[in-house]
C-alpha cells in the first residue's frame, strides 16, 4: 500500500477504472484496489462486475450524485480513522463528469492524503486521436439536454480559442451537432469519437455539417458513448478570414456591401456581422 500521510489517518484514492475494454485496467489500479478497506463506487451493481473480474473482494458502498453530501462525512470519518477507501466512478476518472468532487474537496480540507491512480480517460483519449491542437483545450462536460439551453451553453464558447471537448448521449448526440452547427459554423473542424476502446469504436474527422449528414445517414451512428472534440476559434477563424476576405472581394466588385456579406457569409459559413464589417473595411479602401 502506497505510504500514508500519516500513521493515524488513511488515503483517498482516486481511480481511474476502463472506459470498455477491461484490459486497459492498470496493475497498480488492481493492486490498490485489492487492499483498501473500502470502494466507494457510483453505481456497486456495474462495479461488481469489473471487480469480479480481477478477483477484487473488497466491501463496497455506493457514491453517487444523489447520496455525496450525506455519504461524504461517513467517508471522511472513516478515513481519519485510519481507513484507506478508493473512489471509483462507473467508467473512466473519478469526477470528469462524475461524482467526487464534493469527497475529494472535503478530504483536502482535513488535510487527508488524496492519491490518484491514473488511467482511462475518454476526453483525453478522444482529445489525442482527434488531429485537433492539443496545445490548449478545455473539457466541457455534457451539454444541457434542452435545446434552448444547449444553445446558450455553445454561445458561452463560440471565441474560444482553446479545442472544446464535450460528452453526449445516444439520445441527444444528432441534435446536439446540428446545435454545434448552428452557433460555431458548418466549416468548424471537429471529430466525434465514439464507444472508444469497445468492440464498435469510430473516430470520424470532417466539417459539423459533413457531421450532421454523417450522423443522420447511419443509424449506427446514433448508438453508444460519445466525445465530440471540437476545434477552437484561433485556427478556424484564421484561415476562414482568408477565405472570406477573397470571397468579398469577388463580390463587392459587383454587388452593395449589405448583399455582398450576406452572401459571402453563406459561401464561408463565417458570421454575418463578420462578414459585413469586414466588407465595410474593404469597400472604404
Do not use: W
Not at 476576405?245 to 452572401?263: N, T, Y
Amino acid at each position: 500500500m502506497e505510504k500514508q500521510l500519516s500513521m493515524n489517518q488513511g488515503t483517498l484514492y482516486v481511480i481511474a477504472t476502463p472506459i470498455g475494454n477491461r484490459a486497459d485496467m492498470g496493475g497498480r489500479a488492481i493492486s490498490v484496489l485489492k487492499q483498501v478497506d473500502l470502494i466507494a463506487a457510483e453505481d456497486t451493481r456495474h462495479s461488481k462486475i469489473l471487480l469480479q473480474h480481477y478477483n477484487i473482494n473488497v466491501p463496497m458502498q455506493a457514491y453517487h450524485d444523489h447520496n455525496e453530501e450525506q455519504a461524504t462525512p461517513k467517508l471522511i470519518q472513516r478515513l481519519q480513522a485510519g481507513e484507506n477507501i478508493a473512489l471509483i466512478s462507473d467508467a473512466g476518472t473519478p469526477l470528469l463528469s462524475d461524482p467526487g468532487y464534493r469527497l475529494v474537496k472535503a478530504a483536502h480540507e482535513v488535510s487527508i492524503k488524496v492519491s490518484p491512480i491514473p488511467g482511462a480517460c475518454a476526453a483525453v483519449a478522444a482529445l489525442s486521436v482527434s488531429g485537433l491542437a492539443t496545445d490548449r483545450f478545455m473539457f466541457a462536460g455534457f451539454p444541457p439536454h434542452k435545446q434552448a439551453a444547449r444553445l446558450n451553453f455553445y454561445q458561452e464558447f463560440e471565441g474560444q480559442l482553446a479545442t472544446l471537448v464535450f460528452y453526449e448521449s445516444s439520445h441527444r448526440v444528432l441534435a446536439s451537432v446540428k446545435d454545434l452547427q448552428q452557433v460555431f459554423g458548418g466549416h468548424r473542424r471537429v471529430v466525434l469519437a465514439r464507444e472508444i476502446s469497445k468492440l464498435f469504436e469510430t473516430v470520424h474527422s470532417s466539417t459539423l455539417s459533413e457531421l450532421v449528414v454523417y450522423i443522420q445517414t447511419d443509424a449506427n451512428q446514433q448508438k453508444g458513448e460519445f466525445v465530440i472534440v471540437l476545434e477552437g476559434a484561433e485556427q478556424q477563424v484564421n484561415a476562414q478570414s482568408a477565405e472570406l476576405e477573397q470571397v468579398l472581394k469577388i463580390l463587392l466588385a459587383e454587388l452593395p456591401v449589405k448583399q455582398a456579406s450576406q452572401l459571402a457569409a453563406k459561401i464561408t459559413g463565417m458570421k454575418k456581422n463578420m462578414a459585413y464589417k469586414l466588407a465595410l473595411k474593404i469597400a472604404a479602401k
